[in-house]
């Protein structure tokens, strides 16, 4: 099984793209590891914003990927029910599971409607860029739960 992060824009902050990096090298060792970034839209009204992402996200996804798109209105699970969803999509032989974050505007609702299943890492707002790096570090904290890896708590 593939693990796609499919994001809007780039990591622009050196200092959470240096603890991306790390991550991402930690996720490489229980499996592939795909990062896959979107142009930002450069529109001026929001929707319009929004509804470009939405398509140039989509434009990236197959149609037998298992997706899960981060919103705020999402579901909030715990780190170990995040690896038993990891857990059994591997186990299930998924080709991809592919985490959807948006741009600075959010998701289109073209793409949580594609979705599979819509999360939430919290009910506070966060930067994409942050959310970006709970979720690497999290899908590793998954890793480490499944393979019964001691990580500090």
């Known amino acids: 099984m593939k693990i796609v992060l499919l994001w809007v824009g ?3 902050n050196s200092n959470l793209l240096s603890l991306l990096h790390r ?11 795909l990062q896959k970034e979107v142009k930002a839209a450069e529109e001026v009204e929001t929707d319009r914003v929004v509804a470009k992402e939405g398509e140039r996200l989509l434009a990236k996804i ?3 990927d298992y997706v899960v798109a981060l919103d705020a209105l999402g579901e909030s699970l715990t780190s170990e ?7 059994d ?4 032989s998924l080709k991809n599971l592919v985490f959807v974050v948006g741009g600075h505007w959010g998701l289109s609702m073209s793409v949580k409607t594609r ?5 939430s890492l919290s009910r506070m707002t966060l930067s994409h860029e942050m959310t970006r790096l709970i979720l690497v570090e999290q899908i590793y904290r998954a ?8 990580y500090h708590k």
């Open 10 to 12: 780039k990591t622009k």
């Open 23 to 33: 991550y991402e090298e930690r996720i490489g060792h229980f499996c592939e590891l």
């Open 62 to 64: 197959q149609p037998d």
């Open 81 to 87: 029910e995040l690896g038993a969803l990891i857990a």
């Open 89 to 92: 999509k591997k186990n299930h």
């Open 115 to 119: 979705a599979n299943k819509l999360l």
């Open 143 to 150: 890793f480490t739960w499944i393979h019964h890896i001691p």
